[in-house]
Nanobody, 115 residues
Framework: VQLQASGGGLVPAGGSARLSCLASGRSIFSLSRMGWYRQAQGKQRELVAT???????TYADTVKGRFTISRDSAENTLYLQMNSMKFENTAVYYC?????????WGQGTQVTVSS
């Protein structure tokens, strides 16, 4: 599975952005779980949101109610809609896919929340 993330950039505080993760090599619905993680400068990578093959979602407490994870079968793409962005959301965001015993990672996309 290859993952290509896009959609990062400069976002005003309180604004919105949508990240995309194009998957190739396998249908995203065949993957047991996909998710978004982020890593802020000087901090460890942390989970943002996940979605299982059956569509169940989980979110980090800090993003609940503001971020939404979704997927599109026709596009074979995972999305992360981010609303009401805060300065602390600045990070490199990575998409992840879990299949069998393997984890696959995209290259990361920088999101910077500005004043």
């Amino acid at each position: 599975v290859q993952l290509q993330a896009s959609g990062g950039g400069l976002v005003p505080a309180g604004g919105s952005a949508r990240l995309s993760c194009l998957a190739s090599g396998r249908s995203i619905f065949s993957l047991s779980r996909m998710g978004w993680y982020r890593q802020a400068q000087g901090k460890q990578r942390e989970l943002v949101a996940t979605i299982t093959g059956g569509g169940a979602t989980t979110y980090a407490d800090t993003v609940k109610g503001r971020f939404t994870i979704s997927r599109d079968s026709a596009e074979n793409t995972l999305y992360l809609q981010m609303n009401s962005m805060k300065f602390e959301n600045t990070a490199v965001y990575y998409c992840n896919a879990h299949y069998g015993l393997w984890d696959f990672w995209g290259q990361g996309t920088q999101v910077t929340v500005s004043s």
